[in-house]
Nanobody, 119 residues
Framework: QVQLVESGGGLVQAGGSLRLSCAAS????????MGWYRQAPGKQRELVAT???????NYVDSVKGRFTISRDNAKNTVYLQMNSLKPEDTAVYYC?????????????WGQGTQVTVSS
Protein backbone atom coordinates (compact mmCIF):
# COMPACT_ATOMS: atom_id res chain seq x y z
CA GLN A 1 0.00 0.00 0.00
CA VAL A 2 1.19 3.51 -0.74
CA GLN A 3 0.75 6.37 1.70
CA LEU A 4 0.54 9.94 0.42
CA VAL A 5 1.01 13.05 2.54
CA GLU A 6 0.17 16.44 1.06
CA SER A 7 1.10 19.92 2.15
CA GLY A 8 1.08 23.48 0.89
CA GLY A 9 -2.57 24.48 0.57
CA GLY A 10 -3.96 27.71 1.94
CA LEU A 11 -5.69 31.01 1.26
CA VAL A 12 -4.36 33.34 -1.42
CA GLN A 13 -5.63 36.33 -3.36
CA ALA A 14 -6.38 36.09 -7.05
CA GLY A 15 -3.18 36.38 -9.05
CA GLY A 16 -1.12 34.85 -6.27
CA SER A 17 0.83 31.61 -6.12
CA LEU A 18 0.92 28.44 -4.06
CA ARG A 19 3.05 25.32 -4.19
CA LEU A 20 1.65 21.93 -3.25
CA SER A 21 3.80 18.96 -2.28
CA CYS A 22 2.95 15.28 -1.96
CA ALA A 23 5.30 12.61 -0.65
CA ALA A 24 4.63 8.93 -1.31
CA SER A 25 5.92 6.23 0.99
CA UNK A 26 5.60 2.48 1.35
CA UNK A 27 7.71 -0.62 1.61
CA UNK A 28 9.54 -1.54 -1.59
CA UNK A 29 7.27 0.48 -3.84
CA UNK A 30 7.98 1.69 -7.34
CA UNK A 31 5.95 4.73 -8.32
CA UNK A 32 5.16 5.39 -11.96
CA UNK A 33 2.51 8.03 -12.48
CA MET A 34 1.77 10.76 -9.95
CA GLY A 35 -0.78 13.49 -10.28
CA TRP A 36 -3.04 16.11 -8.81
CA TYR A 37 -6.82 16.19 -8.90
CA ARG A 38 -9.22 18.70 -7.42
CA GLN A 39 -12.80 18.78 -6.27
CA ALA A 40 -14.78 21.98 -5.85
CA PRO A 41 -18.00 22.06 -3.79
CA GLY A 42 -20.86 20.48 -5.68
CA LYS A 43 -18.62 19.30 -8.50
CA GLN A 44 -16.96 16.05 -9.48
CA ARG A 45 -13.30 15.43 -8.87
CA GLU A 46 -11.29 16.42 -11.95
CA LEU A 47 -7.79 15.80 -13.19
CA VAL A 48 -5.47 18.80 -12.88
CA ALA A 49 -2.09 17.43 -13.95
CA THR A 50 -0.13 14.19 -14.13
CA UNK A 51 3.52 13.28 -14.54
CA UNK A 52 5.20 9.95 -15.25
CA UNK A 53 8.50 8.73 -13.82
CA UNK A 54 10.04 9.70 -17.15
CA UNK A 55 8.82 13.27 -16.83
CA UNK A 56 5.96 13.28 -19.35
CA UNK A 57 3.26 15.70 -18.23
CA ASN A 58 -0.40 16.27 -18.93
CA TYR A 59 -2.60 19.21 -17.87
CA VAL A 60 -6.26 20.07 -17.96
CA ASP A 61 -6.79 22.97 -20.38
CA SER A 62 -7.92 25.39 -17.68
CA VAL A 63 -4.52 25.36 -15.92
CA LYS A 64 -2.16 25.21 -18.89
CA GLY A 65 0.38 28.01 -18.73
CA ARG A 66 -0.37 28.69 -15.06
CA PHE A 67 0.36 25.42 -13.23
CA THR A 68 3.51 23.31 -13.41
CA ILE A 69 3.80 19.75 -12.16
CA SER A 70 7.19 18.31 -11.30
CA ARG A 71 8.60 15.43 -9.28
CA ASP A 72 11.65 14.20 -7.45
CA ASN A 73 11.86 10.49 -8.22
CA ALA A 74 14.48 9.88 -5.54
CA LYS A 75 12.07 11.20 -2.91
CA ASN A 76 8.85 9.89 -4.53
CA THR A 77 7.55 13.43 -4.22
CA VAL A 78 5.40 15.38 -6.64
CA TYR A 79 4.91 19.14 -6.66
CA LEU A 80 2.33 21.46 -8.17
CA GLN A 81 3.40 25.06 -8.65
CA MET A 82 0.28 27.16 -9.11
CA ASN A 83 0.67 30.70 -10.44
CA SER A 84 -1.85 33.33 -11.51
CA LEU A 85 -4.46 31.68 -9.34
CA LYS A 86 -8.12 32.40 -10.02
CA PRO A 87 -11.16 32.08 -7.75
CA GLU A 88 -12.32 29.16 -9.89
CA ASP A 89 -9.21 27.26 -8.81
CA THR A 90 -10.70 27.03 -5.32
CA ALA A 91 -11.05 23.36 -4.42
CA VAL A 92 -9.68 20.54 -2.33
CA TYR A 93 -6.60 19.24 -4.13
CA TYR A 94 -5.79 15.55 -3.94
CA CYS A 95 -2.55 13.78 -4.78
CA UNK A 96 -2.65 10.42 -6.54
CA UNK A 97 0.07 7.88 -7.19
CA UNK A 98 0.15 4.61 -9.10
CA UNK A 99 2.88 2.03 -9.23
CA UNK A 100 3.90 -1.39 -8.04
CA UNK A 101 5.05 -3.24 -4.98
CA UNK A 102 6.93 -6.12 -6.49
CA UNK A 103 4.51 -7.53 -9.05
CA UNK A 104 1.43 -6.12 -7.31
CA UNK A 105 -0.06 -2.96 -8.77
CA UNK A 106 -1.03 -0.32 -6.25
CA UNK A 107 -2.40 3.17 -6.08
CA UNK A 108 -3.44 5.64 -3.45
CA TRP A 109 -4.88 9.04 -2.66
CA GLY A 110 -3.75 11.73 -0.29
CA GLN A 111 -6.03 13.21 2.35
CA GLY A 112 -6.56 16.42 0.38
CA THR A 113 -5.44 19.97 0.96
CA GLN A 114 -7.69 23.01 0.68
CA VAL A 115 -6.82 25.77 -1.77
CA THR A 116 -8.92 28.92 -1.53
CA VAL A 117 -8.47 31.83 -3.92
CA SER A 118 -10.20 35.06 -2.98
CA SER A 119 -11.25 37.64 -5.55
Amino acid sequence: QVQLVESGGGLVQAGGSLRLSCAASGSMISINAMGWYRQAPGKQRELVATITSGGSTNYVDSVKGRFTISRDNAKNTVYLQMNSLKPEDTAVYYCNAAGRQGSTPLSGWGQGTQVTVSS
